[in-house]
């Protein structure tokens, strides 16, 4: 066996030491850091972007031969390639050559011929030279069991390496009688650093390296299959428990594009009213990994400190901003901050987080304002004409308005199973549903002809009639279109397009069937997965009430995977108090998994039952509103998705103790007026286009519109007021009469004491 030592011609100490200033800089401990380029190396080190049967673990061992921390990963292909002198690898480096990726051992063995890293964050920076800070004699053994096959081991003291790496019986009789340590038996590599800092051997040892590790790398972690981890003394590190159970939730649900080539993949906001957050600010992560914060602005003093969240860009996105990163990726280096690539990332975070922070009523916006005012003054109306239904008071609106009609597809059958190629002679059919919601039985007119969609132009008519629909029925008309040269445009897309009139009104709907004759459907369509509601059962037909201790049977999804991929997913439901505008959850329903083959779609096993006890809901409301939600996510890395993506949702809401809102808002319109001239808080017009106006530029609301609670009630009373006087407006004065008298009557003393009498009794009541 060769010991003899070949001196790597650097200053290595020099060369290397620059790594703890790094860190200082950037405002992190030598542990933090050490951990994040460590697992950084391990994560660069795989084949592939997979994950399976992966692991990167940390951990102190101290034995006859001393302390040793040893960072060691598995699923990797290990220090690959020939077992290059060291001398030639300098004279290599002298003569400005570089070692290309293959040669994995050889650019180990060298103090700074690296990179080729595609699979992990670090493209450049600490390295290697990290496992050399590490130790209080800058010494590291390395060793690694090779995907060929080979053991090879080594090791760099202060910068000398032996020239050649070691190899089989040799190499694993070197590591035992210096280290005390066994060969490595998994592919991969394993580095062991000699008498490390105490404060990295009493972090691994007391465990407070992992919050640095979960906070770097949770990403990642989540994204682990149950044959790979990050551990530390051999424990896997989890995620922290809690970090996105805010009293406030954003995440976004499908990838959006910022600027012309900036695409977003990932971003989530959690504020903690109370705290508990273990995390602040916003990150943006590389690969996987935390690489610095982002600056905010604008944060109301109410929230700070309480709030973090994340952001994920493309890859493209990524490459950008690993230029301009710092040497430790714990930032962006001084002076680079101004680039393209950093400042529509801060803009982007500045702007998502506002936008939430404004929704949630944190910041205060004009025009959130208005909207937020409006949607309460709309759910004011609709409780204040419940409460007049509910003391038997006459209706002044006519209740929701259905949709005059509707048309529909139906029975659609193609040639060929799941396409939508088609050739002369071939037969499409279908059926067409006209459901009409008239009072009266009505006339409609159809009209069936093929579109030619690049020109424009009508290619042929397949049918044209008229049917008579009778009131609140539905007619099923069938058809087979047979494709011909004469009746479509061949090498092309053509459309089947349906055109529905109602005699008499002009009212007008379409729907389009495409088919591809001779031709194969362009691959143009957005692949995608959707989710439904397939089935839920109510205790009453027809209505989505439910009672405490009712219960909702035989809930199920339906999940089409319009794609040409599998769809490895996981499905969670859980029901949210959607009377709250944060919609808190309340509680966990289910959690599925399962595969969808592609272009292929599958109904979810059965929520056989679903309680509201009374026990579990009361202390969230005693009446409301529920929402149901499904939560589609993906479970497998695809072509489309990772691991973890928030694929899609279905929301679907139920009423708890109270009747589904049918929208009798329509019994009059609501302005909000700002008016300081005017005297009046609000006031009304009876008859044709019937409204109440509330004045909210008048004091009295001015007083209260920082109190969310009482000013509620000042819109209440102000609007439930105009909304008796428009009763006395409109003549309908049944319920102004008194001791049998008509109100009409009445002196006008005891006509106006009645009003008044009327309006002080109906809010009273609305209180109880």
Same mark, same amino acid.
């Given at each position: 066996?060769?010991?003899?030592?070949?001196?790597?011609?650097?200053?290595?100490?020099?060369?290397?030491?620059?790594?703890?200033?790094?860190?200082?800089?950037?405002?992190?401990?030598?542990?933090?850091?050490?951990?994040?380029?460590?697992?950084?190396?391990?994560?660069?080190?795989?084949?592939?972007?997979?994950?399976?049967?992966?692991?990167?673990?940390?951990?102190?061992?101290?034995?006859?031969?001393?302390?040793?921390?040893?960072?060691?990963?598995?699923?990797?292909?290990?220090?690959?390639?020939?077992?290059?002198?060291?001398?030639?690898?300098?004279?290599?480096?002298?003569?400005?050559?570089?070692?290309?990726?293959?040669?994995?051992?050889?650019?180990?063995?060298?103090?700074?011929?690296?990179?080729?890293?595609?699979?992990?964050?670090?493209?450049?920076?600490?390295?290697?030279?990290?496992?050399?800070?590490?130790?209080?004699?800058?010494?590291?053994?390395?060793?690694?069991?090779?995907?060929?096959?080979?053991?090879?081991?080594?090791?760099?003291?202060?910068?000398?390496?032996?020239?050649?790496?070691?190899?089989?019986?040799?190499?694993?009789?070197?590591?035992?009688?210096?280290?005390?340590?066994?060969?490595?038996?998994?592919?991969?590599?394993?580095?062991?650093?000699?008498?490390?800092?105490?404060?990295?051997?009493?972090?691994?040892?007391?465990?407070?390296?992992?919050?640095?590790?979960?906070?770097?790398?949770?990403?990642?972690?989540?994204?682990?299959?149950?044959?790979?981890?990050?551990?530390?003394?051999?424990?896997?590190?989890?995620?922290?428990?809690?970090?996105?159970?805010?009293?406030?939730?954003?995440?976004?649900?499908?990838?959006?594009?910022?600027?012309?080539?900036?695409?977003?993949?990932?971003?989530?906001?959690?504020?903690?009213?109370?705290?508990?957050?273990?995390?602040?600010?916003?990150?943006?992560?590389?690969?996987?990994?935390?690489?610095?914060?982002?600056?905010?602005?604008?944060?109301?003093?109410?929230?700070?400190?309480?709030?973090?969240?994340?952001?994920?860009?493309?890859?493209?996105?990524?490459?950008?901003?690993?230029?301009?990163?710092?040497?430790?990726?714990?930032?962006?280096?001084?002076?680079?901050?101004?680039?393209?690539?950093?400042?529509?990332?801060?803009?982007?975070?500045?702007?998502?987080?506002?936008?939430?922070?404004?929704?949630?009523?944190?910041?205060?916006?004009?025009?959130?304002?208005?909207?937020?005012?409006?949607?309460?003054?709309?759910?004011?109306?609709?409780?204040?004409?419940?409460?007049?239904?509910?003391?038997?008071?006459?209706?002044?609106?006519?209740?929701?308005?259905?949709?005059?009609?509707?048309?529909?597809?139906?029975?659609?059958?193609?040639?060929?199973?799941?396409?939508?190629?088609?050739?002369?002679?071939?037969?499409? &059919?279908?059926? @067409?549903?006209? *459901? #009409?919601?008239? =009072?009266?039985?009505?006339? !409609?007119?159809? /009209?069936?002809?093929?579109? +030619?969609?690049?020109?424009?132009?009508?290619?042929?008519?397949?049918? &044209?009639?008229? @049917?008579?629909? *009778? #009131?609140?029925? =539905?007619?099923?008309?069938? !058809?087979?279109? /047979?494709?011909?040269?004469? +009746?479509?445009?061949?090498?092309?897309?053509?459309?089947?397009?349906? &055109?529905?009139? @109602?005699?008499?009104?002009?009212?007008?709907?379409?729907?389009?069937?495409?088919?591809?004759?001779?031709?194969?459907?362009?691959?143009?369509?957005?692949?995608?997965?959707?989710?439904?509601?397939?089935e839920c059962l109510f205790p009453i037909e027809g209505s989505r009430r439910v009672n405490f201790g009712e219960k909702v049977r035989k809930v199920c999804y339906k999940i089409?995977?319009?794609?040409?991929?599998?769809?490895?997913?996981?499905?969670?439901?859980?029901?949210?108090?959607?009377?709250?505008?944060?919609?808190?959850?309340?509680?966990?329903v289910a959690s599925f998994t399962g595969v969808v083959k592609p272009f292929e779609d599958v109904i979810t096993p059965y929520i056989e039952e679903i309680v509201f006890e009374?026990?579990?809901?009361?202390?969230?409301?005693?009446?409301?509103?529920?929402?149901?939600?499904?939560?589609?996510?993906?479970?497998?890395?695809?072509?489309?998705?990772?691991?973890?993506?928030?694929?899609?949702?279905?929301?679907?809401?139920?009423?708890?103790?109270?009747?589904?809102?049918?929208?009798?808002?329509?019994?009059?319109?609501?302005?909000?007026?700002?008016?300081?001239?005017?005297?009046?808080?609000?006031?009304?017009?009876?008859?044709?286009?019937?409204?109440?106006?509330?004045?909210?530029?008048?004091?009295?609301?001015?007083?209260?519109?920082?109190?969310?609670?009482?000013?509620?009630?000042?819109?209440?009373?102000?609007?439930?007021?105009?909304?008796?006087?428009?009763?006395?407006?409109?003549?309908?004065?049944?319920?102004?009469?008194?001791?049998?008298?008509?109100?009409?009557?009445?002196?006008?003393?005891?006509?106006?004491?009645?009003?008044?009498?009327?309006?002080?009794?109906?809010?009273?009541?609305?209180?109880?």
């Amino acid at each position: 066996m060769n010991n003899s030592m070949t001196p790597i011609p650097q200053n290595y100490k020099n060369n290397v030491d620059w790594i703890l200033g790094a860190y200082t800089d950037a405002g992190v401990t030598f542990p933090n850091g050490f951990q994040k380029d460590a697992i950084q190396n391990a994560v660069g080190a795989r084949k592939t972007n997979k994950w399976k049967n992966w692991s990167c673990d940390i951990s102190l061992i101290e034995n006859e031969h001393g302390s040793f921390v040893v960072v060691e990963d598995s699923g990797t292909v290990g220090l690959t390639g020939k077992n290059t002198p060291s001398e030639t690898i300098n004279q290599m480096m002298a003569n400005g050559e570089v070692l290309p990726p293959s040669e994995r051992l050889s650019r180990f063995t060298s103090m700074f011929n690296s990179g080729g890293n595609t699979t992990g964050g670090g493209l450049f920076g600490a390295g290697k030279s990290v496992y050399s800070v590490a130790s209080q004699t800058y010494t590291y053994y390395f060793d690694s069991l090779r995907e060929d096959g080979l053991y090879v081991a080594n090791l760099n003291k202060c910068g000398q390496v032996m020239s050649v790496a070691l190899e089989g019986t040799d190499a694993k009789t070197f590591i035992h009688d210096t280290t005390g340590l066994d060969e490595k038996k998994s592919t991969g590599t394993r580095v062991i650093i000699e008498m490390p800092k105490e404060e990295l051997a009493e972090s691994i040892r007391q465990g407070t390296i992992i919050p640095y590790i979960q906070e770097s790398w949770w990403l990642i972690i989540q994204r682990l299959d149950e044959s790979s981890a990050i551990t530390v003394n051999g424990n896997p590190v989890p995620i922290p428990t809690g970090i996105k159970d805010g009293s406030h939730v954003f995440e976004l649900q499908n990838p959006e594009t910022y600027a012309s080539n900036y695409k977003v993949k990932h971003f989530g906001l959690y504020v903690f009213d109370k705290g508990g957050n273990i995390w602040g600010g916003i990150s943006y992560y590389r690969k996987g990994m935390k690489i610095g914060d982002i600056e905010l602005k604008d944060i109301p003093d109410k929230i700070k400190g309480k709030y973090w969240g994340y952001v994920e860009v493309d890859e493209a996105w990524e490459d950008d901003l690993s230029e301009i990163e710092d040497k430790v990726h714990f930032g962006v280096s001084k002076g680079k901050k101004l680039r393209a690539a950093y400042q529509n990332l801060k803009n982007y975070c500045n702007e998502k987080t506002k936008a939430n922070l404004i929704e949630w009523g944190f910041i205060k916006d004009k025009e959130t304002e208005d909207k937020k005012l409006k949607d309460e003054l709309k759910q004011i109306a609709e409780d204040i004409q419940d409460l007049f239904d509910k003391l038997g008071l006459e209706d002044l609106g006519k209740g929701p308005k259905k949709a005059d009609f509707d048309v529909r597809w139906q029975d659609i059958a193609y040639p060929v199973k799941d396409s939508e190629q088609v050739t002369s002679g071939d037969n499409i &059919s279908f059926s @067409v549903r006209i *459901k #009409s919601s008239y =009072a009266t039985d009505k006339k !409609f007119e159809y /009209k069936l002809y093929v579109l +030619n969609p690049a020109t424009g132009e009508v290619v042929c008519s397949i049918a &044209s009639d008229k @049917v008579t629909v *009778k #009131s609140n029925t =539905a007619e099923k008309l069938a !058809f087979i279109h /047979k494709v011909t040269k004469d +009746n479509s445009v061949r090498f092309a897309e053509n459309r089947i397009v349906l &055109s529905v009139k @109602v005699i008499g009104s002009g009212k007008e709907k379409k729907k389009e069937l495409p088919y591809f004759f001779d031709i194969d459907r362009p691959d143009n369509r957005r692949e995608s997965v959707n989710l439904s509601l397939h089935e839920c059962l109510f205790p009453i037909e027809g209505s989505r009430r439910v009672n405490f201790g009712e219960k909702v049977r035989k809930v199920c999804y339906k999940i089409e995977n319009q794609r040409n991929h599998e769809l490895s997913y996981k499905l969670n439901v859980s029901i949210h108090n959607a009377s709250d505008p944060t919609c808190p959850k309340i509680v966990d329903v289910a959690s599925f998994t399962g595969v969808v083959k592609p272009f292929e779609d599958v109904i979810t096993p059965y929520i056989e039952e679903i309680v509201f006890e009374k026990v579990v809901y009361e202390q969230y409301l005693t009446e409301g509103v529920l929402e149901l939600r499904a939560r589609l996510i993906a479970n497998k890395d695809d072509n489309q998705y990772e691991k973890g993506d928030k694929i899609t949702f279905y929301h679907y809401k139920v009423f708890l103790n109270s009747d589904e809102k049918n929208g009798k808002n329509d019994a009059f319109d609501i302005q909000s007026i700002v008016a300081p001239e005017n005297y009046k808080r609000s006031w009304c017009t009876p008859g044709n286009g019937r409204t109440i106006f509330l004045n909210v530029g008048h004091a009295a609301y001015l007083n209260v519109q920082d109190y969310p609670d009482i000013q509620h009630e000042y819109l209440r009373e102000q609007m439930l007021k105009q909304y008796v006087l428009l009763y006395l407006g409109e003549g309908k004065y049944d319920m102004f009469g008194q001791d049998g008298k008509d109100f009409s009557e009445l002196e006008p003393q005891e006509a106006a004491d009645q009003v008044l009498e009327k309006i002080e009794s109906i809010y009273a009541q609305s209180l109880k």
